[in-house]
């Protein structure tokens, strides 16, 4: 019911800044006030975790690891979630991934198991 493509990864210097995108489409127009999304990575060796997501009301949240560094911008343009990630380090180098699930579901969470739809990914680097 929903497809997730991602965008914006890129190979970047330590400090530096990206803003990655998600863009959502639905099988049913009136599906965008049904499904949360929520921003995830993975680095090589290491589990997937969750990194941002955003509720049905606006609110966010975000892990511990990314605070005062990433933030959801509230100017999200129509289908598509933006992730502004500031004072990257190279411990944020990882393949980042947009899901969804049904916001009564989530309302926000950072657990990966309750998403349902998920994108392909895009690669974001950090070098010191």
């Known amino acids: 019911q929903v497809r997730l493509v991602e965008s914006g990864g890129a190979s970047v210097q330590a400090g530096g800044s990206l803003r990655l995108s998600c863009t959502a489409a639905y099988k049913y127009s009136d599906s965008y006030n049904t499904f949360c999304l929520g921003w995830f990575r993975q680095a090589p060796g290491k589990e997937r975790e969750g990194v941002a997501a955003?509720?049905?009301?606006?609110?966010?949240t975000y892990a511990d690891s990314v605070k005062g560094r990433f933030t959801i911008p509230q100017d999200n343009a129509g289908n598509t979630l933006y992730l502004q990630m500031n004072s990257l380090n190279p411990e944020d180098t990882a393949m980042y991934y947009c899901a969804a699930a049904f916001c009564r579901a989530i309302r926000g969470s950072l657990i990966s198991r309750e998403y349902t739809y998920w994108g392909q990914g895009t690669q974001v680097t950090v070098s010191s």
């Open positions: 955003i509720d049905h009301d606006d609110s966010t």
